[in-house]
């Protein structure tokens, strides 16, 4: 067994003043810093290959209404 007590090496819910959620202590040992990840660059929409069709730079321009 460990010599601290479970308390010491739990986390605490600490309260944020003027925020409605609570936070986390961090865990002894844990970097809480995020990752910073790199997002992947948005390729754009799509083409498709091959000939080209009368409506298909509309097709490919027009958003659905429930984006």
Known sequence: MTDEPDAARRQRVVRVPGSRRAR???VPGSDPEPE???PAADP???RPQGTKGPNDDRLVQDVPPHY
């Open 24 to 26: 986390l202590t961090p």
């Open 44 to 46: 754009g929409p799509r």
């Open 36 to 38: 910073t990840a790199v």
